[in-house]
Nanobody
Framework: QVQLVESGGGLVQAGGSLSVSCAAS????????MGWYRQAPGKQRELVAE???????NYADSVKGRFTISRDNAKNTVYLQMNSLKPEDTAVYYC???????????????WGQGTQVTVSS
Protein backbone atom coordinates (compact mmCIF):
# COMPACT_ATOMS: atom_id res chain seq x y z
CA GLN A 1 0.00 0.00 0.00
CA VAL A 2 1.38 3.39 -0.98
CA GLN A 3 2.05 5.84 1.83
CA LEU A 4 3.71 9.22 2.19
CA VAL A 5 6.27 9.51 4.95
CA GLU A 6 7.43 12.97 5.94
CA SER A 7 10.53 14.03 7.79
CA GLY A 8 12.13 17.26 8.84
CA GLY A 9 10.52 20.40 10.16
CA GLY A 10 10.92 21.67 13.69
CA LEU A 11 11.59 24.99 15.38
CA VAL A 12 13.68 27.82 13.98
CA GLN A 13 14.13 31.51 14.56
CA ALA A 14 12.90 34.03 12.04
CA GLY A 15 15.33 34.37 9.18
CA GLY A 16 16.52 30.82 9.56
CA SER A 17 16.17 27.79 7.32
CA LEU A 18 14.53 24.40 7.54
CA SER A 19 13.92 21.58 5.15
CA VAL A 20 11.27 18.91 4.94
CA SER A 21 11.16 15.82 2.79
CA CYS A 22 8.52 13.30 1.86
CA ALA A 23 9.05 9.84 0.48
CA ALA A 24 6.39 7.70 -1.10
CA SER A 25 6.68 4.10 -0.02
CA UNK A 26 5.46 1.08 -1.95
CA UNK A 27 6.05 -0.36 -5.40
CA UNK A 28 5.52 2.85 -7.35
CA UNK A 29 5.64 3.25 -11.11
CA UNK A 30 5.15 6.99 -11.27
CA UNK A 31 3.73 10.00 -9.46
CA UNK A 32 2.32 12.89 -11.45
CA UNK A 33 2.54 15.82 -9.04
CA MET A 34 4.15 16.07 -5.62
CA GLY A 35 3.85 19.06 -3.39
CA TRP A 36 3.51 20.66 -0.02
CA TYR A 37 0.53 22.31 1.60
CA ARG A 38 0.34 23.96 4.99
CA GLN A 39 -2.34 24.71 7.53
CA ALA A 40 -1.96 27.26 10.29
CA PRO A 41 -4.28 27.26 13.32
CA GLY A 42 -7.66 28.64 12.40
CA LYS A 43 -6.83 28.83 8.71
CA GLN A 44 -7.57 26.72 5.68
CA ARG A 45 -5.02 24.41 4.18
CA GLU A 46 -3.16 26.16 1.39
CA LEU A 47 -0.77 25.21 -1.37
CA VAL A 48 2.86 26.05 -0.66
CA ALA A 49 4.56 24.56 -3.69
CA GLU A 50 4.22 21.69 -6.12
CA UNK A 51 6.39 20.05 -8.73
CA UNK A 52 5.40 17.97 -11.70
CA UNK A 53 7.08 14.82 -12.87
CA UNK A 54 8.98 16.79 -15.49
CA UNK A 55 10.22 19.33 -12.96
CA UNK A 56 7.81 22.19 -13.59
CA UNK A 57 7.09 24.04 -10.37
CA ASN A 58 4.38 26.23 -8.89
CA TYR A 59 4.74 28.34 -5.76
CA ALA A 60 2.44 30.34 -3.57
CA ASP A 61 3.21 34.03 -3.90
CA SER A 62 4.00 34.21 -0.20
CA VAL A 63 6.96 31.83 -0.50
CA LYS A 64 8.37 32.73 -3.91
CA GLY A 65 12.06 33.50 -3.68
CA ARG A 66 12.35 31.92 -0.24
CA PHE A 67 11.26 28.29 -0.68
CA THR A 68 12.54 25.78 -3.21
CA ILE A 69 10.78 22.56 -4.08
CA SER A 70 12.49 19.67 -5.81
CA ARG A 71 11.91 15.99 -6.38
CA ASP A 72 13.84 12.83 -7.05
CA ASN A 73 11.72 10.61 -9.27
CA ALA A 74 13.97 7.60 -8.75
CA LYS A 75 13.40 7.85 -5.00
CA ASN A 76 9.78 9.05 -5.24
CA THR A 77 10.75 11.81 -2.87
CA VAL A 78 9.91 15.50 -2.75
CA TYR A 79 11.91 18.09 -0.86
CA LEU A 80 11.12 21.59 0.35
CA GLN A 81 13.95 23.89 1.31
CA MET A 82 12.68 26.85 3.30
CA ASN A 83 14.89 29.90 3.71
CA SER A 84 14.34 33.32 5.25
CA LEU A 85 11.56 31.88 7.34
CA LYS A 86 8.99 34.19 8.89
CA PRO A 87 6.69 33.69 11.87
CA GLU A 88 3.76 33.58 9.45
CA ASP A 89 5.26 30.43 7.91
CA THR A 90 4.39 28.61 11.12
CA ALA A 91 2.03 25.77 10.27
CA VAL A 92 1.66 22.06 9.89
CA TYR A 93 3.13 21.15 6.53
CA TYR A 94 1.49 18.31 4.62
CA CYS A 95 2.99 16.35 1.77
CA UNK A 96 0.67 15.73 -1.17
CA UNK A 97 0.94 13.42 -4.13
CA UNK A 98 -1.41 13.24 -7.10
CA UNK A 99 -1.75 10.63 -9.80
CA UNK A 100 0.08 7.75 -8.17
CA UNK A 101 0.55 4.67 -10.29
CA UNK A 102 1.69 1.75 -8.21
CA UNK A 103 1.82 -2.02 -8.53
CA UNK A 104 -1.76 -3.21 -8.39
CA UNK A 105 -3.29 0.15 -7.57
CA UNK A 106 -3.82 3.71 -8.68
CA UNK A 107 -4.44 6.54 -6.28
CA UNK A 108 -5.76 9.92 -7.34
CA UNK A 109 -4.39 11.70 -4.30
CA UNK A 110 -2.53 10.95 -1.08
CA TRP A 111 -1.64 13.03 1.96
CA GLY A 112 1.14 12.69 4.47
CA GLN A 113 0.55 12.84 8.18
CA GLY A 114 1.89 16.40 8.52
CA THR A 115 4.96 17.84 10.16
CA GLN A 116 5.10 20.93 12.34
CA VAL A 117 7.17 23.95 11.32
CA THR A 118 7.41 26.68 13.92
CA VAL A 119 9.16 29.99 13.32
CA SER A 120 9.79 32.12 16.37
CA SER A 121 10.09 35.88 16.18
Amino acid sequence: QVQLVESGGGLVQAGGSLSVSCAASGTINSINVMGWYRQAPGKQRELVAEVGRGGNTNYADSVKGRFTISRDNAKNTVYLQMNSLKPEDTAVYYCNAQGISAWGEYKTELWGQGTQVTVSS
